[in-house]
């Protein structure tokens, strides 16, 4: 082994320090690539920041007028009635009623969507069946509202009497086949993240396929599933069309879903119609709404967040 002299020792340590020290001369083109990178995630960041500035300003203006206690106590919504009333339970209540008819239909066969393809289709089918169910996702909302309306509608209205035409019930369920591949696609992924090796320990064992997937790989991917439900919900909490043209514009505070109802965006999209004037109380209403919109699916972003980070496994 060569030993160096004490001296080129630290005049070598000297010319290694200067070097670290010295800014590196990046090319242009580096330059040029980081530029565009660089303002897109600026222009996302000053797009949120804007979003909420307009939301908070409208909606502290709204709670200048209104009392929060007014707004979340009443038990009418009519704000563009000559009697106005403030109660946000009202379209909260829709909301969530459609919200959970879209995820008894939703989440159950998403899941059993996911385990098949997961578990039980050959790499062809699968190749096939993944891509066709995505489809179904890029549909647009506006064409759901009328399938809703004109086909779902009638069914219901045959088979149970009394069903009004505007209806959450056909809303929610349609809303349920719409954001069913937002919960197939997302569960098979966490599923496939699960690693070979557990489900050849239990075949090893004597588990059957069923038990396989329903007992090891279930189990393992329960943070993406879980993850993939809160986001699913947060989806069918946010649509529009489909319960704008399918559940109607009445402010009934029910839990009835076989009569018209109207939920927080169909609201939004009531006002923003052009007839209400800008500035006025009843414009600022829909920016509370959209407010409470906001802080809810801000709080399923959270707890989604949570769940990754709670119960995700790692594999070695």
């Known amino acids: 082994m060569i030993t160096l002299p004490r001296t080129d020792v630290a005049a070598a340590r000297r010319v290694r320090a200067r070097e670290l020290r010295r800014p590196r001369h990046r090319t242009i083109s580096e330059l040029l690539a980081e530029a565009p990178l660089l303002l897109a995630a600026l222009l996302s960041i000053f797009t949120t920041v804007g979003i909420i500035g307009v939301l908070a300003f409208e909606t502290f203006e709204f709670f200048t007028v209104v009392p929060l206690s007014r707004f979340l106590t009443e038990t009418q919504w009519t704000p563009l009635f000559l009697d106005k009333h403030f109660g946000i339970v009202v379209l909260l209540s829709a909301t969530l009623l459609t919200t959970a008819i879209a995820m008894l239909v939703a989440l159950p066969l998403g899941l059993l969507a996911a385990i098949y393809l997961s578990e039980y289709a050959q790499p062809g089918v699968r190749r096939v069946l993944k891509p066709v169910l995505e489809i179904l996702a890029g549909i647009p909302t506006v064409v759901y509202g009328y399938f809703a309306l004109l086909f779902v509608t009638p069914i219901l209205q045959a088979l149970i009497p009394g069903t009004a035409v505007f209806n959450g019930l056909s809303a929610g369920i349609v809303m349920g086949i719409m954001i069913l591949p937002l919960v197939a696609s997302l569960s098979e992924d966490a599923m496939a993240a699960v690693p070979r090796t557990l489900r050849e320990g239990a075949y090893a064992l004597g588990a059957t396929r069923f038990e396989v997937a329903t007992q090891i790989v279930v189990p393992a991917a329960f943070s993406g599933i879980v993850a993939a439900f809160i986001l699913a919900v947060s989806r069918a909490i946010g649509e529009t069309m489909i319960v704008a043209i399918a559940a109607g514009l009445s402010p009934t505070l029910t839990l009835n879903p076989l009569v018209p109802i109207e939920t927080m965006t169909a ?22 709404v959209g407010t409470t919109l906001f802080v809810m699916t801000l709080a399923l972003n959270v707890v989604s967040q949570w769940v990754l980070d709670r119960f995700r496994e790692e594999y070695q």
């Open 267 to 288: 609201y939004i999209v009531q006002v923003s119609q052009g007839d209400t004037p800008q500035g006025t109380l009843e414009y600022r209403t829909i920016f509370a």
